[in-house]
Nanobody, 128 residues
């Protein structure tokens, strides 16, 4: 089991950047895949990005491809989401999620139902 804590959210101007962090408990973080999702009030939570156990493969939603970068440092038990060229439509609560990597296939990474462990979320607000 792993516990996740996000940080790094805040208010930033249009075109600005933020880096979100997701700190994981436990000593087996490298055995978990990790994803980032976001939710706007009144809308369903949506996939943003995901990364494999080793960090060798990443997945992105079309809406953030080329602007966001997901990464991880297994030695520090931490995952990251670097967000550049932020737009007002990126405003949301951002959640990191994780699950045991064995059995994850490319079809699973974008599906929030495949992740059992979630952080509490961090608010990201972009002003126009």
């Amino acid at each position: 089991q792993v516990q996740l804590v996000e940080s790094g959210g805040g208010l930033v101007q249009y075109g600005g950047s933020l880096r979100l962090s997701c700190a994981a408990s436990g000593r087996t973080f490298g055995a978990y895949v990790m994803g980032w999702f976001r939710q706007i009030p009144g809308k369903e939570r949506e996939f943003v990005a995901a990364i494999t156990m080793s960090g060798g493969t990443t997945y992105y939603a079309d809406s953030v491809k080329g602007r966001f970068t997901i990464s991880r440092d297994n030695a520090k038990n931490t995952g990251y989401l670097r967000m550049n060229s932020l737009k007002p439509e990126d405003t949301a609560v951002y959640y990191c999620a994780a699950d045991w990597g064995m059995g994850f296939t490319p079809l699973h990474f974008r599906n929030q139902d495949e992740y059992r462990y979630w952080g509490q979320g961090t608010q990201v607000t972009i002003s126009s």
